[in-house]
């Protein structure tokens, strides 16, 4: 789990807590996304930022944009997809390049990344089928864990069989900025 639990912070810690969610509760995305306010998402931006206010708000910022582009707590939700969006994510999933095959014995989520069946290049739908999956794993993790396992699958890894560019830079942007201290093994 987190290095130290919202209860637990010393004054310092629960001055810095307060004074991130005074930053940006005047932001318009926090309405759309009330996950980024929960106490344990802050204290993540501030732990990834040793615990600089001003750049742990410009980090969740960045989670903002990205939650405003691709929508991952959105995907989820009863109603939210189209036929449309069901059969483009069943064709990203349809070579098993990227799924959640549930939990490690820790409780973390377990989500497995396999370049080597790569079958698309539609970098757009790439990245929404990793923010389903990135929210699948934040649902998957037992009660009490804020980790997840990654593995990556690179043994046939190839230039014929990579994603875009733009998609390697996001799922970066994704996995360190979007969801901070979430890794617990890759």
């Known amino acids: 789990?987190?290095?130290?639990?919202?209860?637990?912070?010393?004054?310092?810690?629960r001055a810095a807590l307060k004074a991130l969610r005074s930053e940006l509760c005047h932001d318009e995305a926090i309405g759309r996304h009330p996950c980024v306010m929960m106490d344990a998402s802050l204290l993540?931006?501030?732990?990834?930022?040793?615990?600089?206010?001003?750049?742990?708000?410009?980090?969740?910022?960045?989670?903002?944009?990205?939650?405003?582009?691709?929508?991952?707590d959105w995907i989820l939700a009863p109603g939210f997809c189209?036929?449309?969006?069901?059969?483009?994510?069943?064709?990203?999933?349809?070579?098993?390049?990227?799924?959640?095959?549930?939990?490690?014995?820790?409780?973390?989520?377990?989500?497995?990344?396999?370049?080597?069946?790569?079958?698309?290049?539609?970098?757009?739908?790439?990245?929404?089928?990793?923010?389903?999956?990135?929210?699948?794993?934040?649902?998957t993790m037992a009660p009490g864990v804020d980790k997840m396992c990654v593995v990556l699958h690179l043994a046939e890894f190839s230039m014929f069989n990579n994603p875009p560019m733009s998609v390697t830079k996001e799922t970066i942007q994704i996995l360190s900025t979007c969801y901070p201290e979430s890794l617990g093994i890759a």
């Open 82 to 139: 189209d036929e449309a969006q069901e059969l483009e994510f069943a064709e990203q999933a349809r070579t098993g390049k990227t799924y959640v095959s549930g939990r490690d014995k820790h409780g973390r989520a377990v989500m497995v990344m396999n370049n080597s069946v790569e079958n698309s290049t539609d970098g757009d739908a790439c990245l929404r089928f990793l923010a389903l999956n990135m929210e699948l794993c934040q649902r």
């Open 1 to 13: 789990g987190l290095a130290m639990r919202p209860e637990e912070l010393q004054e310092e810690g």
């Open 44 to 72: 993540r931006f501030l732990i990834a930022r040793s615990w600089d206010v001003g750049k742990a708000a410009a980090m969740a910022r960045t989670a903002l944009s990205w939650r405003d582009l691709r929508k991952p």
